[in-house]
C-alpha cells in the first residue's frame, strides 16, 4: 500500500515537472535552438535586424531590416545568428505561417539592396513567406533597380515585391503592425525589446533549472533504501529536509522573479488603458502566466510528495527506534527469564530458602519495572499501527511477542515464588521437627540420675517428659505419605532424605521417652510399694526388728539399686545408638549442634559474601551509578576488595560443599580442613591487603556511592563492617574446632581434628606474622629470598664485640636496645619498633630495619649470664655476639628450639651434599665401610630406611661424641660445629684431647671434677669438600670462667665414625626429647615424632636399644645410631652453630619440646 502511493507520488510530480520543462523549452527554444539573448546582445544591439511583434494578413510573423548602411560590413555569421534567434521567438503556430521580412533601403543604392537580398536568401533559417523591398528613392537608383530586378528576378529564388515608398507598403501590412518608422503605429523601442528578451529567457532558464533539480531530487527521494537504524534513518531525514528546503526556496525565488516579469509586461497596459499590445507581448505575457501557475501546481504537488515522504521517514524513524528498543528489552527479557530459570525451586536448608526468596524477591521487583517497560513498548507499537503505519506485519508480531514474553516471566515469578514458599514451609517444619527432637534428647541427657532415687524425683521426671510429650504434635510431623503429598511439588531426593531422617530421629525419640517413661514409671512404683512400720523414732532401733529382718531390708535396698542402675542402662541403652552410653550420646548431641553452627554460619557467611560482590564491587562497574563514584576510587576495587572474589568462590563451590559431606559426621570434619588447608591459606593476602583496604574506605566511606548501595542493599551496618567478615571468619574456625575436638574425644577423627586445629593457628601465626613483615622498612633487599619467615617477636638485645683478646662492650650495654627479631629460614633481622599515630591499620607499629645476621654464619647458647630469659647468637667465631633477652622463658625456649631446627636443616643440607660429592668422587663398593652403616635387625631388608641411617650416621658420631665430653651441670655449654672436609677413602674418628685417657666415669670431661665453664669447639674456616684437615690434633685453651670458653679443635672428620661399638658407648639409659620424625620399618621397631619424650631403657646385643614413648606409652626397638640423630638428653644444655657455610650437628637438649603458636593478635574474631 505504501509502495503504490509513493508510485502515485511520483507521478504527480513527474508529470508536473514534465510541463515546466515543455514550457521552458518554449521559451529557450529547446536545446536546438540559438543562443539566449544575453549571449548575443552586443549583435542585437547593431540593429540591423529586428522583430517589432507585428503581424501580416496571414498572421505571418515580421521581420524588418530597417536602414543600415553598415549591413554589408557585418559577418555573416553575426547575421546568421541574429535571424536565427529571430526567427526562433514566435510561437511554432506563427512561425509556420512563413515570415514576412521588410528591407527598408529607401537610402541605400542598388548594389547593396542586392547584396541583401542575396544575403538573405542565404542565410535565413526559417520559412520565408514574402520580401517587401522599399528600394532606393532616389530617381536613378529606382530606374536602375527596376531595370536590373527584371533581369536578377529569379537570381534571389524567394517572392521579393519592389515597393517605392510605404503608402505601397501599407497595402500588404497593417499600419498597425508596423513601427512608426515605416509608416505605422506601433511604438517599438528596441532597448527596451532586448530587456523584455532577457528578462523573459533568465526567468524560463530558471525555471528549467528549477524544475530539472526538482525533477532528479524526485527521483532520489523515490529511489532512496529506508536505512536499518534509527542513526541513519535521523540523518537522511535530516538531509532530505535540507535539501527539500533548498527546493522549497528555489521554487519561491522562481514565483517571486515570475511575479515581477508579468509585473513588468504589464506596466503598459497599466500606464495607458488604451495600449494594444503586439502579439509578440501577447504570446510571452501568456507563457509567463502559464509558466506562474505550473510553478504554482508544482509546488503543491511537490509539497504533497514531501508530506508523504517525509510522513515515510519519520515512520521509518519511529519504526527503527521501536526495533532498537524492541532488541533492548527483548534481551532483557531473556537475561531476567534465564536468571528466574536459574533459580532452584528447592533449597536445601531454612536458610537457603529464605535467601532464594530474598534475591527472587530483589529480582522480581527489577522485573515488574522491565515488564512495565515491555508493555510499554508494546502499546507504543499498537499506536503506531493505528496512525497507518507502512510497517505494520512487521510491528505487530514484535508485540505479541513482548506480551508473551512477560506472561512467561510473571508466570515463571509466581509458580517460582510458589514453590519456594512451600520449601521454605516444609523446610520450617523439618527444622521445627528436628529442634523438637534435640531438644528432647537435650531433656533426656540432663535428667539427673540421682532425682529418681526419690518418689518425689521419679514422678517429677516422668511428669517432664509427659509435659513434652504433649507439644510433639505442635512441633512434629504427623504422617510422611500426608507430607510427602503435601510438598509434592518441591520435593527431590535430598528433601525426601531429610524427611526419612526426620522421621526416624521423632521415631527414635518417641522410643527414647517411651523407655525412659517405662523405667520411671517402674522406679516410681517399686518406691511406693508399702513398708515394714517403723518406730516413730527413726533413730531407734525397734526391738521388734530382728537380724534376719534387717538383712531382708538392706538385701531389698540393694536390689533397688540395681533395679535403678539397670533400668537407666536399657532406657539409654535400647535406641537407635545402643552402643553409645548416655555420655557419649549426650557428646554427640553437642557435636551435632557444633557442626550445625559451623555449617550456618559459613552459608551465611558465603551468602554475605555474595551480597558485597554483588551489591557494591560489581555496582563499582554500573555506568548509571559512575558519577556517585569517586575520583578516589577510580580503579581501585581491587585495593578496597581485596581477594574476596576468589575467597567466596572457594566457599561457594568447595569448601561449603565440603563441608555439607560431614553433616552426619561432625567428629570427622577434620579431614575436609586439612585437605583444604592450602586453598584456605589465600586468607594471607586478603589480611595483607586489609590496612590498604581500611586506609582506602575512610577516605571514601561519605561518599553517596556507598550510601546508596547501603539503602539498596537494606543493611544496616556499613561496608567495612562486611569487610571484615573473611578476617573473622578465618578466626571463627579455630574456635569452632575447639569446641568439636573438646566433644570428640576418644573418637575416630580426634587426630584429625588436633592436626586441623593447629594447621588453622599456624595459618593465623602465618598472617599475623606477615602482617608484622610487610610493616617492614629500610631493607633494601628482597625479603621473599630469605625463605619463610618461622617467628618474629620483640626482645630486649645487648651487642659485644671482640677485637683481638679484648673484649669491646657497646656504651648501651647497661641499657639494652629494643628489638623485634624477624626469624628467616636464612636470616635473622633486627628491627626497630615504632608506633604510628591514627587509627584501625594505621596505627599498627612499624619496624626500621637495623641489622641482619645469616644464619648459615650463626651459633647459639642456650643459656646466658644465668638468667633463664636470655640466650646469645653469636658469629665468626664469637668475635660479634647479641645477648637476647625474652618477655618469658617459654618464648626463649621457642625461639632457641626454633633456631635450632634450622641449623640442623642446614646441617642435614650440607651433609647430603658432601656424600654426594663424596660419592661421585669415589666409585661406590657395596663393602666400603664409609658408606654401609649397620642397621637394625628390622631394617635389614628395607632400603629406603638404609639411606635414612647412613644420612643420620654421621651426625650421630657427631653428637654422640660431643654429649660425652658435656657436663650435664654447666648449663652454659657453648659448642660450635668444626667446618670439615671429609674424606672419602679413609676412616676418621671425631676425638678430643684427652678423650683416649677416659677410662673411667670419674675421670671424664662428664665428671663433677671438671672445672671448665665452657667448651668451644672452634671451627675451620675451610668449607666441606675443598681441603684435608688443617689439623691432626686437637689443643684445649683454659681461660678465666669469666672469659671466653676453652677452645677445641677437631683434628678427624666426625662424619665418618662408624663404628657402632663406639656409638652404644656413648649412650646411656635415661629421657630423652625426640627432635625428628622416624616412621618405624619393622614390626617390633618403635615409631616417633618430633617432640616425644621417650626414655632409654636397656641395650641389646646387635647395637639396639629397647625405647618406651612416654607420649604414646608404647615400646620397641631401636637402632643406637638412629638414637644419635633423634634425640638430645634432656639434662644437658648445648648450643648449636653453623660458621662460613658450615651447619653443626642437633648437639643441643632440652627437657621439653612442646609446639605452640604466636597469638593472632593483630586480628579479632
Known amino acids: 500500500m505504501g509502495q503504490n502511493s509513493s508510485v502515485g507520488e511520483d507521478l504527480e510530480v513527474d508529470e508536473a515537472v514534465e510541463v515546466l520543462s515543455t514550457i521552458s523549452d518554449d521559451i529557450l527554444q529547446k536545446e536546438d535552438g540559438p543562443l539566449c539573448a544575453a549571449e548575443i546582445g552586443s549583435e542585437l544591439q547593431k540593429q540591423f535586424a529586428i522583430l517589432p511583434g507585428g503581424r501580416g494578413m496571414n498572421g505571418s510573423p515580421i521581420i524588418v531590416l530597417p536602414e543600415f548602411p553598415a549591413f554589408g560590413e557585418v559577418g555573416e555569421e553575426e547575421v546568421q545568428n541574429v535571424l536565427r534567434y529571430l526567427t526562433s521567438i514566435p510561437s511554432a503556430t506563427a512561425s509556420g505561417l512563413g515570415f514576412i521580412l521588410i528591407v527598408d533601403r529607401r537610402l541605400d543604392r542598388w548594389a547593396a539592396v542586392r547584396a541583401t537580398l542575396l544575403r538573405i536568401a542565404g542565410l535565413f533559417p526559417g520559412n520565408l513567406h514574402l520580401v517587401l523591398v522599399l528600394r532606393p528613392a532616389t530617381l536613378f537608383q529606382r530606374a536602375l533597380s527596376d531595370f536590373l530586378f527584371k533581369f536578377n528576378k529569379d537570381e534571389f529564388k524567394m517572392k521579393v515585391v519592389m515597393l517605392s515608398s510605404v503608402t505601397e507598403l501599407h497595402a500588404y501590412i497593417d499600419p498597425g503592425q508596423l513601427t512608426t518608422d515605416l509608416g505605422g503605429t506601433q511604438d517599438y523601442h ?38 536499518n537504524d534509527d542513526e541513519a534513518t535521523t540523518n537522511l531525514l535530516h538531509t532530505h529536509t535540507q535539501k527539500k528546503d533548498k527546493m522549497t526556496e528555489d521554487l519561491q525565488v522562481a514565483l517571486s522573479q515570475g511575479k ?121 507499537g499498537d499506536r503506531l499501527i493505528e496512525n497507518c503505519h ?53 531433656l533426656v541427657a540432663n535428667q539427673p540420675v540421682d532425682r529418681c532415687q526419690s518418689q518425689d524425683g521419679a514422678e517429677a521426671a516422668l511428669q517432664e517428659l509427659e509435659r513434652y510429650l504433649d507439644t510433639a504434635s505442635l512441633h512434629t510431623l504427623s504422617d510422611r505419605s500426608t507430607i510427602c503429598c503435601q510438598f509434592e511439588a518441591v520435593l527431590n531426593p535430598q528433601l525426601l532424605d531429610q524427611i526419612d531422617k526426620v522421621f526416624q530421629k521423632q521415631t527414635s525419640v518417641r522410643e527414647t521417652f517411651e523407655k525412659r517413661r517405662v523405667s520411671l514409671k517402674k522406679l516410681a512404683a517399686k518406691q511406693t510399694r508399702p513398708v515394714q512400720p517403723v518406730a516413730p523414732r527413726p533413730e531407734v532401733k525397734s526391738p521388734l526388728s530382728s537380724p534376719s529382718q534387717e538383712r531382708k531390708e538392706r538385701r531389698h535396698s540393694a536390689d533397688s539399686l540395681l533395679c535403678r542402675k539397670v533400668e537407666s542402662q536399657l532406657a539409654n541403652g535400647n535406641t537407635r545408638h545402643a552402643s553409645l552410653s548416655e555420655e557419649e550420646e549426650n557428646l554427640a548431641v553437642l557435636r551435632r549442634h557444633v557442626m550445625n553452627e559451623l555449617l550456618e554460619t559459613e552459608r551465611a557467611y558465603v551468602e554475605e559474601l555474595l551480597c558485597v560482590l554483588e551489591g557494591y564491587a560489581a555496582e563499582m562497574d554500573n555506568p548509571a551509578m559512575a558519577h556517585l563514584i569517586p575520583i578516589t576510587l577510580h580503579s581501585k576495587k581491587d585495593i578496597l576488595f581485596g581477594n574476596m572474589p576468589e575467597i567466596y568462590q572457594f566457599h561457594k563451590r568447595t569448601f561449603l560443599k565440603d563441608l555439607e559431606a560431614f553433616t552426619d559426621c561432625p567428629e570427622l570434619v577434620g579431614r575436609c580442613f586439612l585437605e583444604r588447608m592450602k586453598d584456605l591459606q589465600i586468607y594471607e593476602a586478603y589480611c595483607q591487603n586489609k590496612p590498604r583496604s581500611e586506609i582506602l574506605w575512610r577516605q571514601c566511606s561519605d561518599c553517596a556511592f556507598f550510601q546508596e548501595c547501603q539503602k539498596k542493599l537494606e543493611h544496616k551496618l556499613g561496608l567495612d563492617s562486611y569487610l571484615l567478615k573473611p578476617v573473622q571468619r578465618i578466626t571463627k574456625y579455630q574456635l569452632l574446632l575447639k569446641e568439636l575436638l573438646k566433644y570428640s574425644k576418644g573418637c575416630d577423627g580426634c587426630e584429625d581434628l588436633q592436626e586441623a586445629l593447629s594447621s588453622i593457628l599456624g595459618i593465623l601465626k602465618a598472617v599475623n606474622d606477615s602482617m608484622h613483615l610487610i610493616a617492614i622498612t629500610g631493607y633494601e633487599g628482597n625479603l621473599s629470598e630469605l625463605g619463610r619467615l618461622l617467628m618474629q617477636g620483640s626482645f630486649s638485645v645487648w651487642t659485644e664485640h671482640k677485637k683481638g683478646h679484648a673484649k669491646v662492650k657497646d656504651l648501651a650495654r647497661f641499657k639494652p636496645m629494643q628489638r623485634h627479631l624477624f626469624l628467616h629460614e636464612k636470616a635473622l633481622l633486627f628491627c626497630k619498633r615504632r608506633e604510628e599515630n591514627g587509627e584501625g591499620y594505621e596505627k599498627a607499629p612499624s619496624y626500621s630495619f637495623k641489622h641482619s645476621l645469616s644464619m648459615s654464619a650463626v651459633g647459639i647458647t642456650e643459656n646466658a649470664k644465668g638468667d633463664n630469659k636470655k640466650f646469645e647468637i653469636w658469629c665468626n667465631s664469637r668475635e660479634e655476639v647479641f645477648i637476647v633477652q625474652a618477655p618469658t622463658p617459654e618464648i626463649k625456649t621457642l625461639w632457641v628450639n626454633e633456631i635450632r631446627k634450622v641449623l640442623t636443616q642446614q646441617l642435614k643440607a650440607c651433609r647430603d651434599a658432601s656424600q654426594q660429592k663424596s660419592f661421585d668422587s669415589v666409585s661406590p663398593s657395596p663393602t666400603s665401610n664409609n658408606t654401609s652403616i649397620p642397621l637394625s635387625p628390622f631394617r635389614s631388608s628395607n632400603q629406603k630406611n638404609q639411606k635414612k641411617q647412613e644420612e643420620r650416621k654421621a651426625e650421630s658420631s657427631l653428637a654422640s ?20 672436609d671429609r674424606s672419602s677413602v679413609a676412616k676418621k674418628r671425631f676425638t678430643l ?32 669438600g675443598f681441603k684435608g684437615w688443617s689439623k691432626a ?6 681461660v ?14 666426625p662424619m665418618n665414625s662408624d663404628t657402632e661399638d663406639e656409638v652404644a658407648r656413648k649412650l646411656a639409659p635415661g629421657k630423652y626429647t625426640v627432635v625428628a620424625d622416624c616412621e618405624k620399618a619393622g614390626p617390633q621397631e618403635l615409631s616417633v615424632k618430633s617432640g616425644d619424650v621417650v626414655q632409654l631403657i636397656r641395650e641389646g646385643e646387635e647395637g639396639q636399644w629397647f625405647v618406651k614413648n612416654l607420649r604414646s606409652s608404647n615400646e620397641g626397638w631401636v637402632a643406637a645410631a638412629n638414637l644419635l640423630s633423634l634425640i638430645s638428653e634432656s639434662k644437658s644444655s648445648q648450643s648449636l652453630s653453623s660458621s662460613d657455610g658450615s651447619v653443626s650437628g642437633n648437639l643441643s637438649t632440652s627437657s621439653s619440646c612442646s609446639e605452640t603458636y604466636t597469638s593472632f593478635s593483630d586480628i579479632k574474631p
Not at 517525509?310 to 534465564?338: A, P
Not at 690434633?1033 to 683454659?1038: C, E, H, I, K, T
Open 993 to 1024: 684431647q684427652g678423650f683416649s685417657n677416659l677410662k673411667s666415669p670419674k675421670g671424664s670431661a662428664l665428671s663433677p671434677e671438671h672445672n671448665s665453664k665452657r667448651h668451644l669447639v672452634k671451627s675451620d674456616p675451610t668449607p666441606f
Open 1033 to 1038: 690434633s686437637l689443643s684445649v685453651d683454659s
Open 1040 to 1053: 678465666d670462667a669469666s672469659e671466653e670458653n676453652d677452645g677445641y679443635s677437631s683434628g678427624e672428620d
Open 390 to 442: 507502512y510497517a505494520e506485519d512487521s510491528i505487530r508480531p514484535k508485540c505479541g511477542e513482548l506480551r508473551g514474553v512477560c506472561e512467561e516471566i510473571s508466570s515463571t515469578l509466581r509458580s517460582k515464588k510458589s514453590l519456594l514458599l512451600r520449601a521454605l514451609e516444609l523446610h520450617q517444619a523439618l527444622e521445627k521437627a528436628s529442634r523438637w527432637c534435640e531438644d528432647g534428647i537435650f
Open 260 to 380: 515581477q516579469l508579468l509585473a513588468y509586461i504589464n506596466e503598459p497596459l497599466d500606464t495607458d488603458p488604451e495600449y494594444s499590445m503586439t502579439q509578440d507581448e501577447m504570446e510571452n505575457l501568456a507563457t509567463i502566466q502559464r509558466l506562474l501557475g505550473q510553478l504554482d501546481e508544482t509546488e503543491a504537488a511537490f509539497d504533497d510528495f514531501w508530506e508523504r515522504h517525509s510522513t515515510k521517514l519519520e515512520q521509518c524513524l519511529q519504526l527503527r527506534h521501536f526495533e532498537k528498543h524492541f532488541r533492548e528489552v527483548r534481551g532483557q527479557l531473556d537475561t531476567t527469564l534465564e536468571r528466574l530459570s536459574g533459580f532452584s525451586e528447592v533449597s536445601i536448608s531454612p536458610a537457603h530458602a529464605e535467601y532464594i526468596l530474598r534475591e527472587l524477591s530483589s529480582h522480581e521487583g527489577k522485573a515488574c519495572d522491565l515488564l512495565d517497560l515491555a508493555l510499554s513498548l508494546a502499546s507504543e
Open 190 to 227: 528596441h532597448e527596451s525589446w532586448i530587456s523584455h528578451r532577457t528578462a523573459i529567457e533568465a526567468f524560463a532558464l530558471m525555471v528549467k533549472t528549477t524544475a530539472q533539480t526538482l525533477q532528479a531530487f524526485g527521483t532520489e527521494l523515490a529511489e532512496t533504501e529506508l536505512p
Open 961 to 980: 661424641d660431643f654429649n660425652s665430653c658435656s657436663s650435664p651441670k654447666h648449663k652454659d655449654d657453648a659448642v660450635t660445629s668444626p667446618t670439615t
